[in-house]
């Protein structure tokens, strides 16, 4: 499938090793309150292309550094297991292209396919989760693999002390055991030294939930949690991780429909771009 341009840099997929490769997955096939995340990927695509290429906070700019979009990758009506698959496999590819692989929700769910293929690539990886939930659920409505239990099955798979959640403000009774087993949970955007201690040198799997952010400043997503960041929070924590090896992010949760104004897909875009320009920079770009 086609992509609709990125930052209105990108260009086909290559052989030269690039800055980032982006893919997108269109899924939120177990969304539990309100869909429509499974637009989220065209959507930052499209607000992306109001933003200007140069960071002032980083000093940086798109247009120095080649960006490849590899295309949305869930096929219309794909089941969970086929698109975690496809997924997976599209993702491992942007690992192998690019400094930095960038995954565009859809719902949360996807980010077990992200973190999957970049355990295969780099099996010490962590995870890093903002998010205004804690996903830490056993299973929802019988499903074991959702999008309000997927790091539940991340900790399952990679050991629940490699995962490091911040901004949480909402959780189920039934998720404080594991909540209690996880590296680290906090309700603060703050990345505390001995967290940051316990992670540097390891590669890192950053992953965005948009309802981190208040949904006075990002609405646009299927279940807003009042009392989250402001964007400037947000990106701060985000610049905080400099020191930090962080291998691939993703961003999900956008959901456009419930955002006429567009300003949360607006937000997405521009903390990709932050994020491809905090990450993407290696010693020779």
Known sequence: MSPEPLFTLAVPAAEARAAAAIIGAPFDLTASFRRGSREGPLAIRRLSESLETFSPVLERDLEDVVIVDLGDVVPPGAGTQVALERIEEAFARALSQARIAVLLGGEHTVSLA???AVRRVHPDAALVQLDAHADLRAEWE???ITH???AHQAGLE????NVFQFGIR???REETAAAGRVGWTSPELVLPDEVAARLRGRPVYLTIDIDVLDP???PGTGSPEPGGATFRELAGF???LAELRVVAFDLVEVAPNLDPSEVTSAAAAKLIREGILLFGFGPDG
């Open 216 to 218: 006075g400043v990002a």
């Open 142 to 144: 019988g499903d074991a």
């Open 158 to 161: 990679i050991g629940f002390e």
């Open 114 to 116: 992200g973190l999957r």
């Open 238 to 240: 985000l610049y905080a």
């Open 148 to 150: 309000a239990s997927w």
């Open 170 to 172: 909402s959780l189920a």
